[in-house]
């Protein structure tokens, strides 16, 4: 099951990049555009954020805030 929970995370993680990429390229594109690129990068940040959430809570049922280190950088940033 662990593994699981890091795929969550990997996950998570590439869902962030991904949407960080599309917001960063939305500059370039027609004004229509432009609000979807934005609202699916702010939904795929969300659901990203979330996934995050629930894998470290699974995989660190007690304390998970505080023990793990991807958490931390999380709230540091």
């Not at 929970?5 to 869902?15: H, P």
């Not at 894998?55 to 950088?73: E, R």
Request: aromatic letters at 12%.
């Amino acid at each position: 099951m662990y593994i699981y929970y890091q795929l969550g995370i990997v996950i998570g993680l590439i869902l962030v990049i991904l949407a960080i990429h599309i917001a960063i390229k939305q500059r370039k594109t027609l004004f229509p555009f432009n609000i979807a690129n934005i609202g699916l990068a702010f939904i795929m940040t969300t659901l990203a954020i979330c996934i995050i959430v629930a894998s470290l809570g699974a995989l660190q049922p007690q304390n998970w805030y505080t023990n793990s280190a991807l958490w931390k950088f999380l709230i540091v940033s």
